[in-house]
Every structure is written in C-alpha cells, then in structure tokens.
C-alpha cells in the first residue's frame, strides 16, 4: 500500500462568529491526485490556506509522511516540500522563465554575479520532469497562459515539491490546453508527487482524480475512490440536495432579431469582420479557445473597448459603437468575465453595488432615495437568493457564486432586453451553476435575450439555442443546437472550417 504522505487530523477554523472548518480530517497518498469539492464557502480554500501555511487552525494536527509538522508560514510549508498554485499566478510577467522558476534562488558566480550557464541549467531541469520545454530566456508576459501554468509548476518542482495543492487550475485553460494539464499531472503523479485538485468541474474529476473528499458547510462529508461514485451521488453529497435538470428545457419562443452585428473589426482587440444575429428569447454561445476573441468581442459589443469599422442595430436602432450609454439606455448589459476586477466595487457594500446601474433612476434631485434603494435592492437579493448577512455586507466577504448573483442582480435591476453572459459560472460550485442555468433559461423564455460565452463546453451545448465558434479573432462557424457536440466545436476552434455561414437567418 501506498505510503500516506499528509494528514490533517480534526482541523477547525473560526473567523469570528463563523466556524469555517469543524473538526475536519484529510489525508493523501504519495503519487496520488486527490480532489477537494464542495460549494463554495464550503471550506475548501480555509483547508488548502492551512495545509500552504498561510492560516493557522484553531485546534487539529497535520502530519508529512507520519512527521508532526507546524506551519507558521508560507516558506516554512515550501521547505517541507507544500507548495500551493493558485488560479492567480504569483510570477513577475517581467521577468524570464528562468528568474521565475528559481526566483530568490538564482546561483551566483565566486564574484557574486548570476551564473547564468548554471541558471538555466537548473531552471530546465523541473520543465524535463514535466515532459515540456519553453524557451528559458522568454519573458513570462509573452507566454500564454497555459504556459504561465507551467512556469509556476516548475517553480514549485524546483523547491522539492512533494504535496502540491492545485487550485482550480483548469479555470482559464481549455481544450489541447486541459489535456496537456492532465499530463503533467500524470507525469507527476508517476514521479511520487501528491496532487490536492480543487476543481467545480466535475468531469475532471472523474477524468484525473483517484479520490475524491467532499466538504459541506465546514463539515467532512465523505471520501471515496473516485471508480467507485457516480457523478450524482457526488452532487447530493456536495448540494445536500438533488439537481435533477441540471440545464433546463426550453419553453418560450425564439423571436424576432434584436441585436445585429455587420462587419465589426478592431486591430486592437484582434476582431476581424464580425457579423451575426441574435434573437429576441434566444440564448446564443459563444464557444473558442483561450485567445479566439470572445471577450474581447463582449467588451466591443457594449462599447468599453475600441473599435475601427462595423455596425450595431439593438430592436431595429442603430448604435453608436463605443458609446456605453447609449448601449444600456437601448437595453444592452454586461457580466463580465473577471467579476471581482470589473464586475464589482469589491470594498463597497451588496447594496451600492447592486443599484450601480440605476442609480440616476433612484435620485430625487441630488441625493439617492435610501428607502426605495433597499427595497430594490432587497427584492433582488430575496430574488436570487444571495446569501448576506446584511445588505451593507462588503461584497469581497461573500463567496464567489454570491458575488456573481451580485453581478448579475445589479444588471436585472435594469430590466435589461439583452445580457453578454462572459464566462457567467466560472468558479462557481454545481448548486449555484443550476440556479444560474435556470435563471437564464427563465430570462430567456421571458422574451430575453442572452449571449454567454464560455470555455465550458457541455454547458454551451446544454444552455444554447444556437452556437457561435470563434477563432483567431473571427467567426468560423455556426451550429445548431442539434449539430452541436464537443468534437464539431474543438474542431472549428482549432482552425478547421466546416460548411456553415457564420450570419444568422
């Protein structure tokens, strides 16, 4: 039997009056990928904080391969070998692949220059391990992100990295990218490295995990060799409730256009000869790899980015490209892809965010009328069941699914005739995923239509009506939701073209 490499026996965490771990018991083999998941606020991240040094718990003990261990800091996990990749990258984009990957560690000649012949040698080494080679003298910047993925995981090979905790590091990757993420962590796995994967994807799990735990609420709720659960019982395990429809049937009609695009191009976003249509109660994907355009083609739509030729007609009237205001007076929202950096004022409270986007309607002369403000405010939240201890709750203490129905409460408020969804479930647990589908599925069956963009694709297939693929700034083709399957999409993304038109009837 395999050697135990970690245990974290009754771990407990408070913050104040909130108990985020209760008695919680984790442990992992050497050379085995165990998954964490659970909802979010469920404790996942306290538990991973703990074990990379950054929190200390309450009460509980870990052990390293039967050693009792206290970690009181970050560099004193990564001396015993805990190294923890987070989705946000902890490099220096200005700096080389080397001086990443040995950053502070750089050997230095007898007269106290680099020795940079050394340097990159030892800065290979961890990119051999991995199966993989980059250009050492690159600067981190000009990579993708994929390959940014790898820097930080050569960089926590370099420090003898024996348990590393991956936090949802498929979030930004997608396709050939994913597949070469899931060989990696195999290559690692067969070297004897102990892989924590913290995922809301499923699918991955079963695809790459040996064991999963599941945390609900603080509370351990069960661990299980991954061959041995069903993707179901994984979910009632994770919600403590069933999902039965987990994307929702249509029931409305697809109506008459509402947005039209002819020709939309920007040499600064990449966007070459956009045109399409979108239906009145229609949902329309989006679908790409990492760097085809969607986003960029999110933010030319509602007017935040720069664009060189093109028109836009919302309900038959044509638009002023680049003009944000007249985009939301015609109807127009916007969810964007990085919630907390432009969706959300983070520091202020879930009631000014909320009423951002009318707060000209909630004026009377020069102040804002506070009471009809609440009451806006609380009927969403009530609404969209936002978990908040009060409406002046700082928007930065919620979880990530409670920021997004934020987000996306502050723009119903509006009574929005259209809404760019750009990756609308990124990071968000299975529960909350539901009742977002079926809140778009509602809007939509309301007569609203939605543009949703994600690198998700059984949720593109599931939630659309008809599918958009993009590629290298362009559109290269269109599906039905019939015609749609993974394969058909992955092949138009990676550069082939079927015999589709990418207009809209």
Same mark, same amino acid.
């Given at each position: 039997?395999?050697?135990?490499?970690?245990?974290?026996?009754?771990?407990?965490?408070?913050? %104040?009056?909130?108990?985020?771990?209760?008695?919680?018991?984790?442990?992992?083999?050497?050379?085995?990928?165990?998954?964490?998941?659970?909802?979010?606020?469920?404790?996942?991240?306290?538990?991973?904080?703990?074990?990379?040094? #950054?929190?200390?718990?309450? %009460?509980?003990?870990?052990?390293?391969?039967? %050693?009792?261990?206290?970690?009181?800091?970050?560099?004193?996990?990564?001396?015993?070998?805990?190294?923890?990749?987070?989705?946000?990258?902890?490099?220096?984009?200005?700096?080389?692949?080397?001086?990443?990957?040995?950053?502070?560690?750089?050997?230095?000649?007898?007269?106290?220059?680099?020795?940079? @012949?050394?340097?990159?040698?030892?800065?290979?080494?961890?990119?051999?391990?991995?199966?993989?080679?980059?250009?050492? =003298?690159?600067?981190?910047?000009?990579?993708?992100?994929?390959?940014?993925?790898?820097?930080?995981?050569?960089?926590?090979?370099?420090?003898?990295?024996?348990?590393?905790?991956?936090?949802?590091?498929? /979030? #930004?990757? /997608? @396709?050939?990218?994913?597949?070469?993420?899931?060989?990696?962590?195999?290559?690692?796995?067969?070297?004897?490295?102990?892989?924590?994967?913290?995922?809301?994807?499923?699918?991955?799990?079963?695809?790459?995990?040996?064991?999963?735990?599941?945390?609900?609420?603080?509370?351990?709720?069960?661990?299980?060799?991954?061959?041995?659960?069903?993707?179901?019982?994984?979910?009632?395990?994770?919600?403590?409730?069933?999902?039965?429809?987990?994307?929702?049937?249509?029931?409305?009609?697809?109506?008459?256009?509402?947005?039209? #695009?002819?020709?939309?191009?920007?040499?600064?976003?990449?966007?070459?000869?956009?045109?399409?249509?979108?239906?009145?109660?229609?949902?329309?994907?989006?679908?790409?790899?990492?760097?085809?355009?969607?986003?960029?083609?999110?933010?030319?739509?509602?007017?935040?980015?720069?664009?060189?030729?093109?028109?836009?007609?919302?309900?038959?009237?044509?638009?002023?490209?680049?003009?944000? %205001?007249?985009?939301?007076?015609? @109807?127009? /929202?916007?969810?964007?892809?990085?919630?907390?950096?432009?969706?959300?004022?983070?520091?202020?409270?879930?009631?000014?965010?909320?009423?951002?986007?009318?707060?000209?309607?909630?004026?009377?002369?020069?102040?804002?009328?506070?009471? =009809?403000?609440?009451?806006?405010?609380?009927?969403?939240?009530?609404?969209?069941?936002?978990?908040?201890?009060?409406?002046?709750?700082?928007?930065?203490?919620?979880?990530?699914?409670?920021?997004?129905?934020?987000?996306?409460?502050?723009?119903?408020?509006?009574?929005?005739?259209?809404?760019?969804?750009?990756?609308?479930?990124?990071?968000?647990?299975? @529960?909350?995923?539901?009742?977002?589908?079926?809140?778009?599925?509602?809007?939509?069956? /309301?007569?609203?239509?939605?543009?949703?963009?994600?690198?998700?694709?059984?949720?593109?297939?599931?939630?659309?009506?008809?599918?958009?693929?993009?590629?290298?700034?362009?559109?290269?083709?269109?599906?039905?939701?019939?015609?749609?399957?993974?394969?058909?999409?992955?092949?138009?993304?990676?550069?082939?073209?079927?015999?589709?038109?990418?207009?809209?009837?």
């Amino acid at each position: 039997m395999a050697e135990l490499a970690l245990a974290m026996l009754n771990i407990t965490k408070a913050f %104040r009056e909130v108990r985020a771990l209760e008695g919680v018991s984790f442990s992992c083999y050497a050379g085995e990928v165990h998954a964490l998941v659970g909802e979010n606020g469920a404790g996942k991240s306290t538990l991973m904080k703990i074990l990379a040094g #950054v929190l200390p718990p309450d %009460r509980g003990e870990i052990y390293l391969r039967g %050693r009792k261990v206290r970690l009181n800091s970050p560099a004193e996990a990564q001396k015993l070998g805990i190294s923890i990749i987070y989705q946000e990258f902890n490099l220096l984009p200005w700096l080389s692949v080397a001086e990443n990957i040995l950053l502070g560690r750089l050997p230095k000649t007898k007269l106290g220059v680099v020795d940079w @012949g050394r340097a990159f040698e030892e800065a290979r080494k961890p990119l051999e391990r991995l199966g993989v080679s980059l250009d050492l =003298r690159a600067k981190v910047l000009d990579l993708s992100v994929a390959q940014q993925q790898l820097v930080e995981i050569a960089k926590a090979l370099s420090l003898k990295c024996n348990v590393m905790i991956m936090d949802e590091p498929s /979030a #930004v990757l /997608a @396709g050939h990218e994913l597949e070469q993420l899931f060989g990696v962590i195999r290559a690692l796995k067969e070297q004897g490295v102990t892989i924590v994967y913290i995922s809301h994807r499923l699918d991955e799990v079963f695809e790459i995990a040996d064991r999963v735990t599941v945390l609900r609420d603080g509370h351990v709720i069960g661990t299980h060799e991954v061959a041995a659960i069903d993707k179901g019982s994984l979910i009632r395990m994770m919600v403590g409730r069933t999902l039965d429809e987990t994307f929702p049937v249509r029931r409305g009609q697809i109506g008459e256009p509402f947005l039209k #695009v002819k020709g939309l191009s920007s040499s600064q976003l990449g966007l070459k000869d956009i045109s399409f249509t979108l239906h009145k109660g229609e949902i329309l994907g989006i679908a790409g790899l990492v760097g085809a355009g969607r986003s960029e083609l999110a933010m030319a739509l509602f007017g935040v980015a720069p664009v060189d030729t093109g028109e836009l007609w919302l309900d038959n009237r044509p638009v002023q490209l680049g003009n944000v %205001r007249q985009t939301m007076q015609l @109807g127009l /929202a916007l969810v964007p892809e990085n919630r907390k950096e432009q969706g959300l004022v983070s520091s202020q409270s879930v009631r000014n965010n909320v009423s951002l986007a009318m707060i000209d309607r909630l004026r009377r002369f020069v102040l804002v009328d506070e009471k =009809r403000e609440c009451a806006l405010v609380q009927q969403q939240v009530d609404k969209m069941d936002i978990k908040t201890p009060s409406l002046d709750q700082e928007v930065a203490y919620l979880s990530g699914g409670n920021q997004q129905k934020v987000v996306l409460a502050k723009w119903l408020c509006t009574g929005p005739k259209c809404i760019i969804m750009d990756e609308p479930t990124r990071g968000i647990d299975v @529960g909350t995923k539901a009742e977002i589908y079926h809140l778009m599925r509602q809007l939509a069956d /309301a007569g609203t239509s939605i543009i949703m963009i994600s690198s998700e694709l059984p949720e593109i297939i599931g939630m659309c009506d008809r599918i958009l693929v993009m590629s290298r700034g362009r559109i290269v083709g269109e599906l039905s939701r019939e015609e749609a399957t993974e394969e058909r999409i992955l092949t138009l993304a990676v550069g082939e073209t079927l015999a589709v038109s990418p207009e809209a009837n």
